[in-house]
């Protein structure tokens, strides 16, 4: 089982940019599916981005795409989430998962076991 530990997260201004990491330990990932997920007071988390670790396929969120940018880092085995463009409703506990192998569902959080504590977003107007 991996364990995935989020950094990165603060305050920033509308408009600034910001770089999220998920980093893995206990294993090395190969075929594994990461995801990010967010999750702002009183809504439902919300699915942010996902890579598919061994061919670095990734898919955005319709809210986050062309703003957002997620890649891999194997020396560090971890996953970053580049955040640029940064709005008020970005605003909102990041975390992230992790999955065995891909699967149509992948955007989904109920299929993925291995989860971080999250990092707390926070985007000034």
């Known amino acids: 089982q991996v364990q995935l530990v989020e950094s990165g997260g603060g305050l920033v201004q509308a408009g600034g940019s910001l770089r999220l990491s998920c980093a893995g330990s206990g294993r090395t990932f190969s075929r594994d599916v990461i995801a990010w997920f967010r999750q702002a007071p009183g809504k439902e988390r919300e699915f942010v981005a996902t890579?598919?670790?061994?061919?670095?396929?990734?898919y955005y969120s319709d809210s986050v795409k062309g703003r957002f940018t997620i890649s891999k880092d194997i020396a560090k085995n971890a996953v970053s989430l580049e955040m640029r463009s940064l709005k008020p409703e970005d605003t909102a506990v990041y975390y992230c998962?992790?999955?065995?192998?891909?699967?149509?569902?992948?955007?989904?959080?109920?299929?993925?076991?291995?989860w971080g504590q999250g990092t707390q977003v926070t985007v000034s107007s």
């Open positions: 998962a992790a999955k065995a192998s891909w699967s149509s569902d992948s955007y989904t959080s109920d299929v993925y076991n291995s």
């Open positions: 890579i598919r670790w061994y061919y670095g396929i990734a």
